[in-house]
């Protein structure tokens, strides 16, 4: 259970909620269940495999991304770990207190700021990442090989329809409805 609620519980209680409502009902619980498992293995990890080596999830996906990618700037790091440049930020800086990241300036750039793994996280995710990789086949451990096939392809076109139509879809749906103005907090002017 992810939530107060088991996943049956809630389906049901949206079933009674929208019955008759004009929408995609497939859609709607595709998407849904898509954030429900996506929370409920969050938590699997955090409250497993990541508590022992003290992480969140997302500053281990920070650290897996700069292990991949060996040095990236800033800004891409934040794009795809799928956080704010901003959070990633505070995430780096609690990573370097732990000597697992670093920060090095843009051989080109001094305002451009790169991350790469220290030898200690290099350690850390050559020795976290098998038992990460083991958390994740319990995780899918009920549906066969051809299942988690059909599954990572369904994810992957959903993903790629997104790359390539979403900014434009966003666009015109700002374009719709722009966005109500900014509260400063001030009173208006007379």
Same mark, same amino acid.
């Given at each position: 259970?992810?939530? !107060?609620?088991?996943?049956?519980?809630?389906?049901?209680?949206?079933?009674?909620?929208?019955?008759?409502?004009?929408?995609? !009902?497939?859609?709607?619980?595709?998407?849904?269940?898509?954030? $429900?498992?996506?929370?409920?293995?969050?938590? !699997?990890?955090?409250?497993?495999?990541?508590?022992?080596?003290?992480?969140?999830?997302?500053?281990?996906?920070?650290?897996?991304?700069?292990?991949?990618?060996?040095?990236?700037?800033? $800004?891409?790091?934040?794009?795809?770990?799928?956080?704010?440049?901003?959070?990633?930020?505070?995430? *780096?800086?609690?990573?370097?207190?732990?000597?697992?990241?670093?920060?090095?300036?843009?051989?080109?750039?001094? $305002?451009?700021?790169?991350?790469?793994?220290?030898?200690?996280? !290099?350690?850390?995710?050559?020795?976290?990442?098998?038992?990460?990789? *083991?958390?994740?086949?319990?995780?899918?451990?009920?549906?066969?090989?051809?299942?988690?096939?059909?599954?990572?392809?369904?994810?992957?076109?959903?993903? =790629?329809?997104?790359?390539?139509?979403?900014? =434009?879809?966003?666009?015109?749906?700002?374009?719709?409805?722009?966005?109500?103005?900014?509260?400063?907090?001030?009173?208006?002017?007379?």
């Amino acid at each position: 259970m992810t939530g !107060h609620h088991t996943l049956r519980e809630t389906e049901l209680a949206i079933e009674r909620q929208l019955s008759g409502a004009p929408v995609r !009902h497939d859609a709607m619980m595709a998407v849904s269940n898509i954030y $429900r498992a996506a929370a409920a293995i969050r938590q !699997h990890f955090e409250a497993s495999v990541l508590r022992g080596a003290d992480l969140t999830w997302t500053a281990f996906v920070v650290l897996w991304v700069v292990w991949i990618w060996e040095e990236m700037e800033t $800004r891409h790091v934040a794009e795809e770990a799928g956080i704010s440049k901003g959070t990633l930020t505070g995430v *780096a800086r609690t990573l370097e207190g732990r000597g697992l990241l670093e920060r090095a300036s843009h051989a080109t750039d001094g $305002r451009r700021v790169l991350l790469r793994l220290t030898d200690k996280g !290099h350690e850390l995710m050559r020795e976290l990442f098998p038992a990460f990789n *083991a958390e994740e086949a319990f995780v899918v451990e009920r549906l066969s090989r051809s299942q988690n096939q059909a599954l990572t392809e369904s994810l992957r076109t959903v993903i =790629e329809h997104l790359e390539e139509g979403g900014e =434009e879809r966003r666009a015109a749906l700002r374009a719709e409805s722009p966005p109500p103005p900014r509260r400063s907090g001030r009173r208006p002017r007379g």
